[in-house]
């Protein structure tokens, strides 16, 4: 039975505030502990107005201090936003809080528009620098060595798990060539999915952090009580992803009644392929299937609903329908 984990991205409801977002984060963290979810993952977006979880640390270290169990972590830091020993600072002071507990997943992609990379004084060129900036934030991880003027307080020697993320090749043959876990994007970006997959594994080097390939793909997951209830509840994804892409982004919207244009819909048909929609059974169904078709070490599933109440009771059906059938086939 592979792990199953989950992505939140601390969605600021219309009409609502961050700290309600940030609330409903960790009461959704909670319940995804008690069902036994190994994972709980935000990351970092900025000048969102949908997303809360802009400063990523700080809203990993309230839900990780809401919870007992679960790993909690980012998925995750934009490395080129930030100084390699900057990172190693943040997730080794939340390391050293919870320890055991925290995960340090990073991307390359801006995590935002070219405006707000320029507010966040990131420089044009920092995503070619990825591969060095990365070594560097692993060193500084490291017990220090005799002579090192700079080093990591708290960071050094501490056992981060460090991810790559990605929707594209590059991060796929980076992780492999350096060997870390890897996590592809797979929930809204699936074009190179299988491509990844196999490039990663075929290209792995083990590591003194990761002696064989482990890579996770994510998956969207919207339950209702009825077909058409899930599919209502999906419009909340649907207008956030059209809206994204059209350049103006919003709150995360109420599910209301939507008639997208040719373009739109193709657009939500092409990248959101892999968000499950329906009852428990068939959403559970729909996992299985992709599973055992793609074979990922772990799979880390969003909930992107309106309700709470849909969030926690879309969690509660994968675990009850889809923690249940892979024990089954298990046994």
């Not at 020993?85 to 801006?110: C, M, N």
């Not at 196999?198 to 590591?207: D, G, I, K, T, V």
């Not at 909930?303 to 892979?326: E, Y």
């Amino acid at each position: 039975m592979i792990p199953l984990s989950i992505l939140d991205l601390a969605f600021i409801n219309e009409g609502s505030a961050a700290a309600e977002a940030l609330q409903r984060s960790a009461d959704l963290a909670v319940h995804a502990e008690s069902l036994g979810f190994r994972r709980f993952w935000l990351a970092e977006h900025h000048a969102m107005p949908g997303i809360a979880s802009a400063a990523t640390a700080v809203a990993i270290g309230y839900v990780a201090g809401a919870t007992k169990t679960i790993r909690v972590g980012a998925g995750g830091i934009m490395l080129p936003n930030h100084a390699p020993l900057a990172v190693a600072e943040a997730f080794g002071t939340l390391a050293s809080l919870y320890p055991g507990r925290i995960d340090l997943g990073l991307g390359r992609a801006p995590g935002s528009d070219q405006a707000t990379m320029r507010a966040l004084r990131r420089d044009p060129g920092s995503a070619d620098r990825f591969p060095q900036d990365l070594a560097e934030l692993l060193h500084y991880f490291e017990k220090p060595q005799p002579g090192q003027t700079v080093f990591a307080v708290p960071g050094a020697g501490l056992d981060v798990p460090v991810w790559l993320l990605g929707s594209s090749l590059f991060s796929a043959h980076l992780a492999a060539i350096m060997g870390l876990p890897f996590a592809f994007a797979s929930h809204f970006a699936p074009d190179l999915m299988e491509e990844a997959l196999a490039l990663y594994r075929q290209r792995f080097e083990p590591s003194e952090r990761l002696q064989k390939p482990y890579a996770m793909l994510a998956v969207n997951a919207i339950i209702g009580e009825t077909p058409a209830e899930a599919q209502h509840a999906a419009t909340s994804l649907e207008q956030h992803f059209v809206a994204l892409r059209r350049g103006r982004p919003t709150q995360f919207p109420a599910p209301r009644a939507v008639s997208w244009n040719e373009p739109e819909q193709a657009l939500i048909d092409r990248t959101l392929r892999y968000t499950f929609i329906g009852t428990a059974d068939v959403v559970a169904t729909g996992i299985s299937t992709f599973i055992k078709q793609h074979q990922p070490d772990e799979l880390m599933i969003g909930a992107p609903l309106f309700s709470q109440a849909a969030r926690r009771a879309t969690l509660a059906g994968i675990a009850q329908k889809l923690m249940d059938r892979q024990s089954v086939e298990v046994s």
